[in-house]
């Protein structure tokens, strides 16, 4: 009979010992959790996609975010929800703006015990659902859109924002937000760069949860799912541009762009485990297929163990609370 010595099983003997050669811990600090506020209405809405996941007000945000910062959370992801949409997204940059609105209040409510972070983009606010404003042949105009995003930065620090999610995709956004704010006297503001984004299926829910205006796609600007390499290319031109922390999005279908940007970058590496990839895990476990807090924590130390550094996630409130 063969006897092996090398035995790895050893290691997986009791609870105990695994729990001590584990090579992968998920601090609640690593975990930042995407927050919708809408404009206009006096009680939260259910987004029927993303079960759990409401559109909030600015009271039911208040309590999220201490709820949130309750929870050791290392930080809430601000997206919001206008009443109004026009064709250059004015409400992305009027200070009175919902997602504005937003930012000063969770930082009144939280700023020093998590991190106030707003998505900077302006899909939510455009009445043609583009992440940039068009040009006249209806194509999104990247030097235009850079324009309004330099503006929207300066707005969003000045409302209270300390980490600027540049969600847009467009070229040169990292290069432009750091000059404006610079310019603006606010040199402490800090940029995400969301560097490989791809043109994702899993962003589905999302449509439903910020009421999207798109039809169409957003492939002239958001990357190929097929490509690895130039996510490494987007990640390394975004820290030459000024990038404070990059990311990669969607998450679990790019754990392998995630794993080169964490070998390649000299600065944090974060990941976003979008709606559609929510909307799986939770629509599997309605059914009964999968166990849903096995499947979370898998998928959550999955992302890390490639190389995350923070998660972005709808589960962090809840993820959060069951590592303490
Ligand atoms: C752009 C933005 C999107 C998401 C985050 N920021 C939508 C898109 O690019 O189409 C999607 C996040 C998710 O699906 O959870 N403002």
């Not at 909030?56 to 949409?85: C, Q, V, W, Y």
């Not at 659902?129 to 330099?150: E, F, I, K, S």
Request: with cysteine.
């Amino acid at each position: 009979m063969l006897e092996p010595t090398i035995r790895p099983r050893r290691l997986r003997a009791t609870p105990a010992i695994r729990r001590q050669v584990c090579e992968t811990r998920v601090h609640p600090n690593a975990l930042i959790l995407p927050v919708f506020v809408r404009e206009g209405i006096d009680a939260p809405v259910d987004i029927t996609s993303l079960p759990g996941v409401q559109q909030h007000t600015m009271d039911s945000l208040r309590k999220l975010a201490n709820d949130s910062a309750e929870a050791g959370l290392g930080g809430i992801m601000l997206f919001g929800i206008p009443a109004e949409r026009d064709a250059c997204g004015s409400g992305a940059t009027d200070p009175e703006g919902i997602l504005n609105r937003a930012i000063t209040a969770v930082a009144e409510e939280v700023g020093d015990a998590l991190t106030v972070q707003a998505d900077l983009c302006l899909d939510e606010f455009t009445d043609h659902g583009h992440c940039g404003v068009l040009d006249a042949d209806g194509r999104v105009d990247n030097d235009a859109t850079l324009a309004r995003y330099a503006e929207m930065a300066v707005v969003q620090a000045q409302a209270g924002a300390q980490i600027i999610g540049m969600s847009g995709m467009m070229d040169g956004q990292i290069t432009v937000a750091r000059e404006a704010l610079d310019a603006a006297g606010h040199q402490d503001a800090i940029l995400l760069a969301y560097s490989a984004k791809y043109a994702s299926a899993f962003y589905g829910p999302f449509r439903e949860a910020v009421d999207s205006q798109l039809s169409g796609d957003r492939r002239s600007y958001q990357m190929d799912p097929g490509n690895r390499r130039e996510g490494l290319h987007e990640v390394l031109l975004d820290i030459e541009e000024g990038a404070d922390i990059v990311m990669v999005k969607p998450a679990m279908s790019y754990l392998d762009v995630l794993a080169d940007a964490a070998a390649e970058s000299i600065v944090p590496v974060w990941a976003y485990q979008v709606s559609g990839e929510f909307a799986m895990i939770e629509a599997a476990a309605q059914n009964g297929w999968i166990d849903r807090e096995r499947a979370i924590d898998e998928s959550i130390v999955s992302i890390k163990r490639a190389g995350a550094d923070a998660v972005l996630t709808y589960f962090a409130l809840e993820y959060a609370r069951t590592l303490r």
